[in-house]
């Protein structure tokens, strides 16, 4: 199935606006270099910049709707040409075009992990469609975000393991679901790599910072914005339905989830949040350059004197001396808390893998 020149120019448009956050990183890195003795911005850097930048200007002499070449199936370019996708999706054709494929003003097809699969892979923003998405029940929803789980408002058909969240608690009980256990979450001191509720407002209490509003990046079912929901702050979880209903669990507790990958730019404006929370979620698995973007990206969106809270983030030991704490020392925050304890799993010991929870502080100003 071929591609044509009409949708790789279009596909190269939303190329552009998607890699603005790479040119943003790398200019403002060549602009303000950052103070003492920094080491030269690497040549593979300047040359991605130079890339980056001469395809802006190629575009910006050849864009004009009459080089499109109209042969593409009807429905992808119609709807594409309407609202920007991701450069990643000219990766996925076969997909993409699976998921364009509906028919309008009746119902979607259920395919909701085709969405979620193109979106893992980059594919976000998808593109839009005029069709209606199966709703499920609505039943009595409590306002308390520990109350159990209502089994009628998920899709479970799309689901092959579990048909309830009383069997996801029971499978396994640290998915998040079993409310009991979640309600015992965040408040307690185990260990050096623990960091409590308590303790972290004691701890911005006593530096005079306010927490009201923060992110959670790979929150899961959103225990610790149900947490921080009970200190009447607000946060907002970003979580994927990897394997379970991650999404609807969020959104039945009465918190707000994200359906946003880890690799996106956080749908929110520059220093406006006061805490940004990352899980087990962002860990080594994660490519480092993604990981560099991720730690830039919650830097843009959190306030100066924010705080960034990284809980049980697990590298292998000598990577984390060598690779992950520099990364994170970039930042030039001021750490409050760091403590790194070996992984103590089966895994963990096999690779020789440490746990690090860090609490940092973003400069007042920079
Ligand atoms: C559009 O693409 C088709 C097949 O890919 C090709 O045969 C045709 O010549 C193209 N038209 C233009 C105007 O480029
Ligand atoms: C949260 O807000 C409610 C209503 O204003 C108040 O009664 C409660 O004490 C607050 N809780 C905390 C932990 O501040």
């Known amino acids: 199935m071929g591609i044509t020149m009409g949708l790789n120019l279009l596909l190269l448009v939303a190329m552009v606006a998607t890699n603005i956050l790479s040119l943003y990183h790398l200019s403002s890195t060549l602009h303000s270099p950052p103070p003492s003795s920094s080491p030269p911005i690497p040549p593979h850097l300047l040359h991605q910049l130079s890339t980056i930048r ?110 309830s969240f009383t069997c996801l608690a029971k499978l396994k009980p640290e998915m998040g679901f079993d409310m009991k256990l979640e309600k015992t979450r965040f408040l307690e001191y185990k260990s050096e790599l623990d960091l409590p509720i308590s303790q972290l407002f004691e701890l911005a209490n006593n530096a005079k910072s306010v927490i009201r509003l923060g992110v959670d990046i790979g929150g899961g079912s959103g225990t610790f914005a149900a947490q921080m929901k009970l200190k009447n702050v607000s946060v907002v979880t970003t979580t994927m339905n990897l394997g379970a209903p991650y999404n609807e669990a969020v959104a039945l507790r009465g918190l707000v989830p994200l359906h946003v990958p880890l690799q996106q730019r956080l749908p929110m404006f520059d220093g406006v949040v006061d805490l940004v929370r990352c899980g087990r979620a962002v860990n080594r698995w994660i490519p480092l350059t993604m990981l560099e973007f991720l730690l830039y990206d919650v830097d843009r969106v959190l306030r100066g004197g924010g705080y960034f809270f990284i809980d049980h983030f697990f590298s292998k030991s000598v990577d984390l001396g060598k690779v992950y704490a520099p990364l994170i020392g970039k930042l030039g925050y001021k750490k409050v808390k760091w403590a790194v304890s070996s992984k103590t799993d089966s895994n963990g010991i096999k690779n020789g893998e440490v746990y690090l929870t860090a609490l940092l502080q973003k400069p007042l100003s920079k």
């Not at 028919?103 to 085709?114: G, I, K, Q």
Request: hydrophobic share 30%; glycine share 0%; aromatic share 10%.
């Open 54 to 163: 001469a395809t802006i200007s190629h575009l910006t002499r050849l864009h004009s709707p009459s080089t499109l070449n109209l042969t593409t199936p009807s429905d992808l370019l119609l709807y594409t040409h309407l609202s920007p996708i991701a450069s990643a999706c000219k990766n996925y054709p076969q997909m993409l075009h699976q998921y364009m494929n509906y028919t309008p003003f009746s119902t979607c097809p259920n395919d909701a992990f085709l969405a979620e699969s193109l979106i893992l892979r980059g594919c976000h923003p998808l593109p839009r469609r005029r069709c209606f998405s199966t709703t499920t029940t609505t039943t009595t929803l409590k306002t308390d975000p520990f109350a159990p789980l209502p089994e009628n408002s998920v899709n479970w058909k799309l689901y092959t393991s579990c048909k």
